[in-house]
């Protein structure tokens, strides 16, 4: 992929992220890291199954964390299990990183690497409030009557995580390199136009 | 272009959205709109050249504007220059539009042409300010000491003609169907990937 090796997708909830990282890494036949990054963590841990399910993209931020930040501590068994998380998902996606192409989604990935290493992509995907209804009820089979709550509710978490973990602002096109609609330009053309992009950069 | 016509560019101070534009209009053989939409509607109005010099995307919103707004008034001699200005300039753009593909470069042609076509492809150019600033020195020889002020006041008066005159955030990606870091991209790949996507779509 030319001076690009690492290609990372913050996305609104339902707007078809997911599957625009999941078409890029089969078109490059590199691999594709969402929940996989949670369950390394998990395991690195310890963790038991339920805590893993509830823990995903979630923030509670404490001073204690702020702190194990500072000092860059891998594994402060001391602090809450989301932070604790936080940590181990961070190192996890440094070692994917370093072990070479791959395109990861979410957990804060854009702001992790970019600080360290000068290969990454950083896109956005986003839709307007009624296509995300649509594909959430169709896609993903939530019940139309709770759809707009359900995408809010969504948001707030992922913008939440992101916010706290990295003191920047999620979804802000200042903190990526391209944002696309994918309701205007559709899952296959955001993914061609991505892998383009982060082949000739 | 396939179903797009009209593509729009909305842009930081010295991120080269402008030069963007310039190059898809020479690619593609179509008209480029930019400073020539103010001129158009200084005509129709018969302004001295030392009102339009001042009035280049410059907002003067008053209650009276608003009310011209809701009944589509387009040239109400009674209201200040520049809203009478905004309202002609909004008329060029619609009757541009109407006579083929083109580029259209700010005026917020965006949020003009969204309501009235959908053959609109709808682009943001953005950079970190540290680029920004080596443009405007390099390219608009502008003074170095002064230069960080300069990028402050032009984002600062585009945003506000472009918030009170169309009731949006300028520069939220939400507005836009793409949005591009032309530091990371590069004017000539923003060009190539625009003109792909608007051609495809």
């Known amino acids: 992929m030319g001076k690009i090796n690492i290609i990372t997708i913050g996305r609104e909830y339902a707007s078809g992220g997911r599957a625009v990282g999941k078409l890029i890494s089969e078109k490059l036949g590199i691999p594709f890291y969402n929940k996989e990054i949670l369950h390394m963590a998990a395991e690195k841990l310890e963790m038991s199954a339920d805590d893993v399910k509830f823990a995903d993209e979630t ?15 891998s594994a402060a068994t001391a602090l809450p299990l989301n932070d604790r998380i936080f940590i181990e998902e961070r190192e996890v996606i440094k070692t994917l990183a370093q072990q070479g192409p ?17 290969d990454v992509f950083n896109v956005f995907i986003y839709a307007d409030s009624e296509s995300r209804a649509r594909r959430a009820v169709e896609e993903y089979g939530e019940k139309p009557e709770n759809v707009y709550t359900s995408l809010r509710k969504h948001d707030k978490k992922r913008s939440t995580y992101y916010n706290l973990n990295t003191g920047q602002k999620w979804g802000a096109k200042d903190n990526y390199d391209l944002c696309l609609n994918s309701a205007k330009i559709g899952i296959d053309m955001c993914a061609e136009a991505i892998i383009k992009l982060a082949s000739e950069l």
Not at 59 to 73: F, H, Q, T, V
Not at 102 to 118: N, P, Q, Y
């Open 102 to 118: 791959c395109v990861i989604v979410g957990r804060c990935a854009d702001s992790i690497l970019k600080e360290i290493r000068d």
């Open 59 to 73: 923030a509670a931020s404490s001073l204690l964390y702020s702190m194990s930040l500072m000092s860059n501590l």
